[in-house]
């Protein structure tokens, strides 16, 4: 709307509200700043104490393994109660986190798309091994590859974004197999034969066993072209924050560059990478 020259710009309410927080800030200097950064520090090592103990904790216990005086701790728990992250038992006057932490780690996992956490790792792969590198995930014993970068050679794995394949087939699926133990890798595949793709498929349950058996030992799985003929693979599970596989990665390429490979070199940067991807994604134990 074009207003009447002379006419005054009416007031804005908000620009009033910023300008006074903006004063009030300024005005309480470096030091309350400073001193607000670590109140927030001091609640924050609460909830990690109170998430990491196995039962819940009094307010001594708390003092002492914070190192803090008991008033101090005392007065910290008292807020984190009257703001819902945390309640305190009447019955023996310990506290524990409340659900209010559960439904907000569970927004951020949910947020979280592990093809753009893994994509920077699955580049870096590619530059330290020169081979192609790819991401899946796996379903009623299929995987299904959700990403992929290629080393630029010629002789490529020709794993398509998409493309399913049989989990006991490759590596990446037989990295996330290991995450089953045998009762269960018999329910998704029944006790008899496999499906030979090639002649170096993995054709009977019994065998996958062992395999991943061997898997679980050396931390990686390897494709002697099982699925695809000429193609060889090393692969290692991804896992989430509650430590349970969620993918894996692989670095795949031609047979006869593959022959040259130290395997358990390549075997070792494969499961470096996952572990970063698995670190990234909240995982804070061992592959």
Not at 30 to 54: G, Q
Not at 226 to 239: D, F, K, L, S
Request: charged letters at 25%.
């Amino acid at each position: 709307m074009v207003r009447p020259a002379g006419q005054a710009e009416p007031p804005n309410p908000r620009g009033r509200a910023r300008g006074r927080a903006r004063t009030e800030l300024e005005a309480k200097g470096p030091s309350t700043i400073k001193s607000s950064v670590a109140s927030v520090a001091k609640a924050l090592r609460i909830v990690e104490m109170l998430a990491e103990a196995r039962d819940d904790l009094s307010v001594t216990e708390l003092a002492e393994a914070l190192r803090w005086h008991r008033s101090t701790a005392y007065r910290f728990l008292q807020s984190l109660v009257q703001s819902g992250w945390v309640s305190r038992n009447p019955a023996n006057d310990h506290y524990r986190l409340t659900f209010r932490i559960v439904n907000l780690a569970n927004s951020v996992v949910n947020r979280i798309d592990i093809r753009q956490v893994a994509r920077p790792h699955l580049l870096d792969l590619v530059e330290a091994t020169g081979f192609d590198a790819h991401l899946a995930v796996m379903g009623e014993g299929e995987v299904v590859f959700l990403d992929r970068v290629d080393c630029g050679q010629p002789a490529g794995s020709q794993f398509h974004i998409g493309r399913r394949a049989p989990a006991y087939a490759t590596a990446v699926g037989k990295a996330m197999l290991t995450g089953l133990d045998g009762g269960q890798v018999i329910r998704l595949y029944g006790s008899g034969e496999l499906r030979r793709y090639t002649p170096a498929t993995i054709d009977s349950v019994d065998k996958l066993v062992r395999e991943l058996s061997t898997v679980r030992a050396q931390g990686y799985a390897v494709d002697r072209g099982e699925h695809n003929e000429g193609v060889y693979c090393v692969g290692a599970p991804i896992r989430d924050h509650s430590g349970h596989i969620v993918a894996a990665l692989s670095a795949s390429g031609g047979a006869q560059r593959f022959r040259k490979v130290d395997v358990p070199a390549l075997g070792a940067k494969v499961i470096a990478t996952a572990r970063q991807i698995s670190r990234a994604l909240g995982y804070h134990g061992t592959l």
